[in-house]
């Protein structure tokens, strides 16, 4: 049995990956809002990634950093605000979280660490570029942390396309687009959160004890196929 440390996971993903995780490991969770999750391996603490005091934890065998944004405007309309605001809660964030528990993470025999990043790095796509810009540093942070951290604490990355999670809602609000989204993946589909859970879950296990610094695309084809 594991412990591992979910840095988001009340909603979406996060909260996905904590239910898959919970039947067979220690599971503690770091989020603002309380997760809607009832599990005697299960442990919360209430806190901003951001701002508040990290808690202390004796011993962690993986870290999963959630925190994201879909912040979605058209280049002129975006502020330098707007790319400070999601480089904070997609880089700083994890930076703040993997520096903060390095060190119970090295006492670990197969430490590991999930960071997030999209699809959108890989494809230019109109409304990105806040969010792509965040998360090429996320994808530049997990390679660099990796060679940092080797042998003892693995780090790689997850690049999703769009997930059904609340946080794609607006992407996802009506059939129209819905079948729209569909139809832009080869695979004619996008995913749902237990999909990339099981990655990360995978990604966590000994049995990945040989892969770190990648960052694997979960695309539906959109970015590796053209049909």
């Not at 990956?17 to 599990?39: D, K």
């Not at 570029?129 to 942070?141: R, W």
């Not at 390679?143 to 059904?164: E, M, Y």
């Amino acid at each position: 049995m594991k412990t591992i440390l979910i840095i988001g996971g009340s909603r979406g993903i996060g909260k996905a990956i904590a239910s898959r995780l919970l039947e067979n490991h220690r599971v503690i969770n770091l989020s603002r809002n309380t997760p809607e999750l009832s599990h005697a391996n299960l442990t919360h603490h209430t806190c901003d990634i951001l701002t508040d005091a990290l808690p202390p934890i004796d011993f962690l065998d993986g870290l999963v950093y959630c925190p994201g944004s879909i912040n979605l405007k058209p280049f002129k309309r975006l502020s330098l605000e707007d790319f400070k605001n999601d480089f904070e809660i997609n880089v700083l964030g994890a930076v703040r979280a993997i520096q903060f528990y390095t060190p119970v993470l090295s006492q670990s025999e197969s430490g590991s660490v999930v960071l997030f990043s999209t699809v959108a790095t890989s494809l230019g796509m109109p409304f990105h570029a806040s969010v792509a810009t965040a998360k090429s540093a996320v994808e530049g942070l997990t390679k660099s942390v990796a060679a940092d951290l080797a042998p003892k604490i693995r780090v790689n990355a997850i690049a999703p396309t769009i997930t059904d999670t609340d946080l794609a809602a607006k992407l996802l609000r009506n059939e129209r687009m819905v079948e729209n989204t569909i139809q832009r993946h080869p695979l004619k589909k996008f995913l749902n959160p237990d999909e990339v859970a099981a990655m990360a879950n995978y990604l966590l296990s000994d049995e990945t004890k040989s892969i770190s610094g990648q960052v694997f695309k979960m695309d539906c084809g959109i970015v590796s196929l053209k049909l």
